[in-house]
């Protein structure tokens, strides 16, 4: 825009002169001084126009470029968190999976992220579900309302407290009937101490 104005005022500016030449001619140095004048006033407002438009171009780049930075340290830390949750499901599973007992990790919003075989053995294939039923979703995809209820609710107390406890739950037996059975429950956190999610097992030793 700066371009088109010189260009406009170099063009402009036989015609201005032309101008100023007929109304001495015409009028006398007064109406020339004058007319002089106004063009002056106006090619400072078109100067301090471009100034504004100029700074404003500048500060509009400038929110861009942080705008811009901010989203890549945010990708960057999501990616971080990504691959640290992914580290710690790794470590997790190469410790439980053999288990005798059953043991599953959900994350922060409930969504079951891993259950081992002994819990698909001893609370899914009873009620005709298997664990592709269950990892991937929350408790609501396999277990009766109230127990998954209770699951949510002591999970929501691990992360509130981030101590290790033991809950009685509610568990549906083959007769229907629902049985409370203890489970411990801790909180998985991250290595900047975060809560990433919330792992439970079977107290060794009670059968459902």
């Given at each position: 825009?700066?371009?088109?104005?010189?260009?406009?005022?170099?063009?402009?500016?036989?015609?201005?002169?032309?101008?100023?030449?007929?109304?001495?001619?015409?009028?006398?140095?007064?109406?020339?001084?004058?007319?002089?004048?106004?063009?002056?006033?106006?090619?400072?407002?078109?100067?301090?126009?471009?100034?504004?438009?100029?700074?404003?171009?500048?500060?509009?780049?400038?929110?861009?470029?942080?705008?811009?930075?901010?989203?890549?340290?945010?990708?960057?830390?999501?990616?971080?968190?990504?691959?640290?949750?992914?580290?710690?499901?790794?470590?997790?599973?190469?410790?439980?999976?053999?288990?005798?007992?059953?043991?599953?990790?959900?994350?922060t919003n409930g969504k079951v992220l891993y259950a081992n075989?002994?819990?698909?053995?001893?609370?899914?294939?009873?009620?005709?579900?298997?664990?592709?039923?269950?990892?991937?979703?929350?408790?609501?995809?396999?277990?009766?309302?109230?127990?998954?209820?209770?699951?949510?609710?002591?999970?929501?107390?691990?992360?509130?407290?981030?101590?290790?406890?033991?809950?009685?739950?509610?568990?549906?037996?083959?007769?229907?009937?629902?049985?409370?059975l203890p489970f411990a429950k801790y909180a998985r956190r991250?290595?900047?101490?975060?809560?990433?999610?919330?792992?439970?097992?079977?107290?060794?030793?009670?059968?459902?």
């Open positions: 825009m700066e371009e088109k104005a010189v260009d406009l005022a170099a063009k402009l500016g036989p015609l201005i002169a032309l101008i100023g030449l007929i109304l001495w001619l015409f009028f006398g140095p007064d109406a020339q001084k004058d007319f002089n004048q106004r063009i002056d006033n106006r090619l400072v407002e078109v100067e301090a126009q471009l100034k504004t438009e100029r700074e404003e171009r500048r500060a509009a780049d400038k929110q861009h470029h942080e705008e811009k930075l901010a989203l890549q340290n945010e990708n960057l830390e999501l990616r971080s968190e990504i691959n640290e949750v992914r580290a710690q499901l790794l470590a997790f599973f190469s410790t439980q999976d053999s288990l005798p007992w059953a043991a599953w990790f959900k994350d075989r002994a819990y698909e053995e001893k609370f899914l294939l009873p009620r005709g579900y298997t664990l592709s039923d269950y990892v991937g979703h929350d408790d609501y995809a396999v277990w009766p309302k109230e127990t998954a209820d209770a699951f949510r609710a002591n999970d929501q107390e691990i992360m509130r407290t981030g101590r290790y406890q033991v809950f009685p739950e509610p568990i549906p037996m083959g007769d229907g009937q629902l049985q409370m991250s290595h900047g101490n975060i809560i990433i999610g919330v792992a439970g097992m079977e107290i060794p030793g009670v059968q459902p």
